[in-house]
């Protein structure tokens, strides 16, 4: 049986408050935890079949064309199998859902450190000295610049309602500043990984990727075989943030190389590939334009945002996705405008467009707040409008205000609006200051299947994938709450393709999509089973492996005497259009600035979250802390850099591009809403909340810093030097 639900309406049933078994939403540990902190959780590299191969890239060590390869030295060595020059390898990675093979073929060279062949030896370490070892010829070609020029058309996109210029010349407040953002890196724990293996025209591929549905067609189109006979197992992935949404050169070249050497390949990118040859988030040039009046309510918004990519990406940086529903403001203008460049391919990075545009338009609004003489609490409380007013639909819930009020109250926010600078202790400047969160909700397509014995164990099937981010427990628990057994009792497999095709993990939408897919499966067994005793699926309570109708308690093995096995297919449908679904939160930060060296410490850090029902309060919590650790790396450290003559990556390890350490980081509060649902998001009334703790939280601090020093930075990160001049002003 098939439960299948598009969302057209509201499903305001709020079945899982009704049950209350008190297993979903709770902060259960997850079930996967013990084998990962023992190393018993293997990721992709980890499982290496007997006889592997090693496979290395040889790459490109400047932009243009190859004219040759000269890989004598290489096959001569002892060790080596092969050297791989397919066309088929990749040239960047997949974007997003791509679905089909990403561009390929590696004669052209667009980017520094672009692989253009795979040498594959016996160990790792023979492989990568052939591989340096290759002599490459690059012969000049016409490229793209390698740091962004030209903005302007075909690219440009703009929409406007009202009329802005005429708001800001009549504005009593107004704020027109530019900012910047650098290019950021992934850099997830887990470097990229894939070990391919052959059985006849059958393809193996153990990666480490978030998406396996349209990782299986990116791959099989690469490749140009049948997806069926591709089977794609990703069961453990140390972390993606979006650079392993897409198969990336490593899964393609390990396929290739297995098919001709015959043999199972493994090719592991190292940190410096990871950096120069999978995804960057591109760096961003922001113009905010806000005009409002005396009381600073906002008549008019400009935002307008410069981002770059490859010639040949259709990717670009979504900066300003939220900017047209955060706040009021008739009168507004939104531009993006993308330029061509040679660098290492652009694409998503956790919270692709709100990490970086809310946090530059909450550094602005801050402003507004400074300009206009009003707490900045208080000036987005005003500006917070009862329907998206760019299309005039009404929110499915916004709770931005309660966020706003209970994050300034667990902080302890300071309203009293002290001048900048006015805070000292020693050589200390101490500031407060706060941002708002924004990030749009969606739902993604997924299928589950759960299976009920008689014996009271369940089994949940879905390609969906971990992450890092708690899959297997969230999923263990919206089955156990719907089927009323002991968590324990519930065995969740994930990450292989031969299961039915969850959401994977990707935009915030897997937990609450793969999660509905399989509240609906489990809604297909309960039905079954109420069937078997002659009631109706409502009238009927599953509690410790007991079913209970009627005033009767039956054993689940005297209902049913074979497992039960149900599909739950979840689809969007009209409630994406016909609402604004977005997730809210409010940070709120407290610096101190060294005077004399002009280093910022982030001293307290709050973050309050809203985000329908909260599926797992542990592990929601924690993509909230990891989203505020990433703010105090792009508020103060975080910079991809890129030389200015060839557009290589400069800093292309862990010890150059600095995040932030335990050091870094204090004590971070975080406080989840947790009483709202949203019944326009999907039948658990849920919605995601994977990115929102980035969404604007570098933006708190960049306004403590002010606040603190009175120097305002626009050009992200406030490394010391940028404040130390201010300071000097
Ligand atoms: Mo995310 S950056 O959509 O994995």
Redesign the pocket.
């Known amino acids: 049986m098939t439960i299948h639900t598009r969302m057209d309406d509201a499903d305001r049933r709020n079945r899982l408050d009704d049950m209350a078994q008190g297993v979903l939403s709770t902060a259960m540990d997850r079930p996967d935890g013990p084998l990962k902190v023992s190393g018993r959780a293997p990721y992709a590299h980890e499982v290496q079949p007997e006889g592997m191969l090693h496979g290395v890239f040889v790459r490109a060590p400047r932009i243009g064309r190859v004219v040759s390869l000269d890989d004598a030295a290489a096959r001569a060595m002892d060790g080596v199998e092969t050297v791989v020059t397919d066309d088929r390898l990749l040239r960047n990675p997949a974007q997003?859902t791509a679905n089909e093979a990403p561009v390929q073929g590696p004669r052209e060279v667009f980017y520094v450190g672009q692989p253009i062949a795979l040498v594959v030896a016996r160990t790792f370490e023979t492989a990568r000295a052939a591989a340096l070892s290759v002599g490459v010829e690059i012969a000049d070609a016409e490229r793209a610049p390698v740091a962004p020029q030209d903005y302007d058309s075909p690219d440009k996109k703009q929409s406007s309602q009202g009329d802005l210029d005429a708001a800001m010349r009549d504005a009593a407040v107004t704020v027109d500043r530019m900012y910047t953002t650098p290019a950021h890196s992934?850099a997830p724990m887990e470097p990229h990984a894939a070990i391919a293996e052959w059985d006849g025209d059958r393809l193996t591929l153990r990666g480490s990727l978030?998406m396996l549905k349209f990782n299986r067609n990116e791959l099989a189109d690469s490749l140009g075989i049948d997806p069926k006979n591709l089977r794609i197992l990703s069961p453990y992935v140390g972390g993606?943030?979006?650079?392993?949404?897409g198969v990336a050169p490593e899964a393609v070249a390990a396929a290739i190389a297995a098919q001709e050497t015959g043999r199972p390949v493994g090719v592991a990118l190292s940190r410096q590939q990871v950096f120069e040859a999978t995804m960057r988030r591109s760096e961003t040039r922001q113009r905010v334009r806000l005009a409002a009046d005396a009381e600073g309510r906002l008549t008019g918004i400009g935002h307008d945002a410069w981002v770059s990519n490859l010639p040949d990406e259709s990717y670009s940086e979504p900066v300003t996705q939220a900017t047209p529903f955060t706040y009021r403001g008739e009168n507004r203008v939104i531009g993006h405008h993308v330029a061509r460049v040679s660098r290492t391919c652009a694409g998503?990075?956790?919270?692709?467009g709100e990490a970086v545009g809310i946090t530059v338009f909450e550094i602005a609004m801050d402003e507004l707040a400074h300009a206009a003489g009003i707490d900045p609490v208080e000036l987005r409380r005003r500006n917070i409008p009862d329907r998206d007013p760019t299309k005039d639909i009404p929110f499915s819930s916004n709770m931005l205000a309660q966020a706003l009020d209970a994050g300034a109250a667990a902080f302890g926010w300071d309203d009293s609006r002290p001048a900048p600078g006015s805070r000292r202790e020693g050589e200390w400047m101490i500031g407060q200051g706060m941002a708002s969160a924004v990030r749009v909700n969606n739902l993604a397509e997924a299928k589950a299947r759960v299976t009920l014995n008689p014996d009271g164990t369940a089994l949940v099937e879905t390609d969906m994938t971990d992450?890092g981010t708690g899959s297997y427990a969230i999923l263990t628990q919206i089955a156990a709450e719907m089927l009323g057994l002991p968590p324990e009792r519930v065995e969740v497999r994930l990450g292989d393709t031969d299961l039915p095709p969850g959401s994977g993990?990707?935009?915030?939408v897997g937990a609450s999509s793969s999660g509905s897919a399989v509240f609906l499966a489990c809604q297909g067994v309960r039905e079954r089973l109420a069937e078997a005793m002659g009631v109706a699926e409502t009238d009927l309570t599953l509690k410790d492996g007991q079913a209970i109708a009627d005033n009767r308690s039956t054993p689940l093995g005297d209902v049913i005497d074979g497992p039960v096995e149900a599909l739950g297919h979840i689809e969007p449908g009209k409630t994406s259009k016909a609402v604004r679904q977005a997730t809210w939160g409010a940070y709120f930060a407290e610096v101190a600035v060294n005077s004399v060296t002009g280093e910022t410490r982030v001293r307290q850090m709050h973050g309050t979250f809203a985000a329908g029902r909260i599926l797992n309060a542990k592990t929601a919590r924690s993509q909230c802390l990891g989203g505020m650790t990433f703010g105090i790396g792009m508020a103060l450290t975080e910079e991809l850099m890129h030389d200015a003559r060839d557009g290589h990556v400069v800093n292309r390890d862990l010890a150059e591009y600095h995040i932030p350490v335990n050091a870094d980081v204090p004590q971070i509060t975080v406080e989840l809403l947790m009483e709202e649902r949203d019944p326009w998001t999907n039948p658990m009334q849920a919605k995601g909340i994977?990115?929102l703790g980035i969404c604007g939280a570098a933006a708190a601090i960049i306004n403590a810093i002010h606040q603190a020093t009175g120097v305002r930075v626009r050009d992200l990160p406030a490394t010391l030097d940028k404040v130390m001049a201010g300071l000097e002003d």
Do not use: M, T
């Open positions: 997003g992934s978030q993606g943030f979006g650079s392993k949404l998503s990075v956790r919270a692709p992450i993990s990707g935009g915030s994977g990115e």
